[in-house]
Nanobody
Framework: QVHLVESGGGLVKAGGSLRLSCAAS????????MGWFRQAPGKDREFVAR???????AYLDSVKDRFTVSRDNAENTVSLQMNSLEREDTAVYYC??????????WGQGTQVTVSS
């Protein structure tokens, strides 16, 4: 059974940085895309970043100059380095894995709160 566990969320002041990590277990994900979504209070879940097993990562326009997604296939992890955080980045962040077959796997989420 696949499990994704996020860590690294917390409270940070605007302009600060946080690094989120997601550890995947129960399978091997080296050739599957991984990434992050987020959901702010009262809003729909939105795409943040995606890193394929090969190729160029993709980002939400509002974060692409501030966030960097990376992965470690040996450790089955995906990370999100978030710099120059803004209050609008406050949300629950979810990591995901897109398997070759079957539905997307989701983590349980980690809260990121950016204060002014």
């Amino acid at each position: 059974q696949v499990h994704l566990v996020e860590s690294g969320g917390g409270l940070v002041k605007a302009g600060g940085s946080l690094r989120l990590s997601c550890a995947a277990s129960g399978g091997t994900f080296a050739t599957e895309a991984m990434g992050w979504f987020r959901q702010a209070p009262g809003k729909d879940r939105e795409f943040v970043a995606r890193i394929p097993w090969s190729g160029t990562p993709a980002y939400l326009d509002s974060v692409k100059d501030r966030f960097t997604v990376s992965r470690d296939n040996a450790e089955n992890t995906v990370s999100l380095q978030m710099n120059s955080l803004e209050r609008e980045d406050t949300a629950v962040y979810y990591c995901y894995v897109d398997p070759h077959l079957g539905p997307r796997y989701w983590g349980q989420g980690t809260q990121v709160t950016v204060s002014s």
